[in-house]
């Protein structure tokens, strides 16, 4: 079966490092059919509109989308992207590569972070001249489908159970909601949890990660502790993420569009080819997903390196030692 | 002329921590009355409020308020306090002390964290048996009045400016104007400043904290990101931190009521010390304030130490070494 993937590579590196994942995809010689699309800030310069309508509808429509990065309208692009895959959550992995240069090369974990609701919920208001307003929207739904997913994740990764960071001391009966549910859904499914709040999680995982394996969270506190521990493995440089839905995903780097070295064809391509992993793993393909993320594992030991790991290797250097061991 | 100070030790190591600070403090002989008023899980137990109205009033008309630590109870002890000394900025330094194992002992940071609005409004409905929503709030007023302190306190401290952190690209209306607030006093005050993503700088301060050194944010970010921050110097049991309001200050340690240590008499005290230390520099005493740092940096580097930094020693070896320093 053919799987139909659109590539987007956006702004920046995304132009460097979505092309080097294709790249590694290409090697391995898949029944994929690749429909390369555009975002991004080019995009708005040109047309009027970061998120072309075509774009998303593409997105909407196919297996799985590979996203590099955009600039300035990140928001504008990775935000509605995720709302045209439908996705409830974003899984983020940050490990800590043997040799790479991390402040905490013992971190292993994965945040599962809600992907739809939060202060995200762009509700926002210009109550007067002094006042604005957002509301932040928690459902049982949404936090339920999450904990759904947790459990399966679980129970396939063989974790013992999982970490429900929130804010519930203070947002009584918004977090409240979040961790009530998650927890009773587990609960019933026989998973354990342990609650941890998000600032407390914020120390506790600079002093000593391995506390950790698992973390489910809520959509903004994802975001922040996620590039927390991308800092204790050794930048942004590091951490691939999948947003998935119901019927397709969302595979893109965590990093950003990174405008002070883009160009120079430098840009470390390791997080965007292990998106690329979790979605040849999303897609059935795990036998392939496993030997990307030992080609990387591999050259990040041992292997040519960019700048942001102290190397002077470039992209293409990198991505061509990958595909050679795959 | 006398200050009135309010003592509130609260639970758990709250009970050992607080008297250790007021030891130092009466070792000073300034001239200061203390009351000493009660808040904690234990008063909600006897009497059924965390917060007792007396307790309330004894903040919100005295000079300034030293409080250790509440248990479960500690927002609902902490922020109406906050509220009582109309405290619409919390000081959070952080910073690691030579000797201490610190993940990055190059840290030297200071958080200016709003302190009345953001998700911490109150304002939570539950709306159905799915759905509950939060108003976060963020006024031009509160901004600015956090913005004009952080101006005077990066004029006297001799900063070079300031970083604003913020989620704008997403709470495009309400950190949108907490983001212009602070930025147009500082302009107009001539403070240098710089943006930054509360995500990204939670990276950012893990690969390099020097790239910043003071840093302004919204009540929630200002939590989760000191909270980070403490993780980078050692640990919660070094952070202390003041609340500032226009008439009187409550001045807390970070760190919380240590359910697994309290009553063992092994709490680490520099917290509470050192936000004493902030309290006698905000009531003019800044000599004193001073002396008390000088003491407790000396203790921690070469003094005995509390289980937490490695040591053996008990709350009170620590606090009679620090006095002798003094
Ligand atoms: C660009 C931004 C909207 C986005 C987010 O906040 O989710 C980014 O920080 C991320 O984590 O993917
Ligand atoms: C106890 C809690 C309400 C409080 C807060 O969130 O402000 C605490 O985490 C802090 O940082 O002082």
């Known amino acids: 079966m053919t799987h139909e993937i659109v590539v987007i590579p956006g702004d920046g590196i995304g132009q460097e490092v ?8 290409e090697f391995l010689d898949l029944a994929f059919e690749f429909h390369e699309a555009d975002a991004g800030d080019h995009v708005l310069a040109e047309t009027g509109e970061a998120l072309p309508e075509e774009t998303y509808e ?24 995720r709302t045209a895959v439908d996705s409830f959550v974003n899984v983020r992995p940050a490990t800590a590569y043997p040799g790479v240069d991390a402040l905490r090369p013992e971190t292993d974990l994965v945040f599962l972070r809600e992907n739809t609701e939060g202060v995200y919920s762009g509700h926002e208001d210009r ?17 339920e489908r999450l904990a759904e ?6 129970e396939d990764g063989g974790y013992d159970g999982f970490h429900v960071a929130h804010k519930a001391n203070v947002m009584r009966e918004t977090d409240g909601r979040f961790r009530d549910s998650v927890v009773s859904v587990a609960e019933e499914r026989g998973v354990e949890t342990e609650e941890v709040l998000m600032d407390a999680f914020a ?3 600079c002093l000593d990660p391995t506390q950790f394996d698992v973390v489910v969270c809520p ?25 998935i839905g119901p019927d397709r995903g969302l595979f893109e780097p965590v990093h950003g569009s990174a405008p002070d070295i883009a160009g120079e064809g430098v840009a470390n391509p390791a997080a965007t080819i292990v998106s690329a ?11 392939e997903g496993q030997r990307i993320r030992d080609a990387v594992e591999a050259v990040l030991e041992d292997g040519p390196r960019t700048p942001d790991l102290g190397g002077d290797a470039s992209t293409e250097d990198v991505t061509d030692a990958v595909i050679e061991r795959l």
Chains 1, 2 share one sequence.
């Open 127 to 143: 109550l007067s001249d002094d006042l604005s307003t957002l509301t932040r929207v928690v459902t049982s739904s949404a936090s």
């Open 18 to 25: 979505t092309p080097a994942a294709v790249r590694v995809l």
């Open 219 to 243: 959509n903004l506190a994802g975001d922040v502790l996620s590039d927390l521990a991308a800092g204790l493995v050794g930048g942004l440089g590091m951490l691939p993420s999948a947003n």
């Open 203 to 205: 120390t506790h995982v």
């Open 277 to 287: 992993a979790m979605m040849l793993e999303y897609l059935g393909h795990d036998d």
């Open 58 to 81: 593409l997105a909407a429509s196919t297996d799985a989308t590979l996203f590099g990065a955009a600039g300035e309208t990140a928001a504008d692009v990775i935000l509605p992207l």
């Open 149 to 154: 997913f947790a459990c399966e994740f679980v």
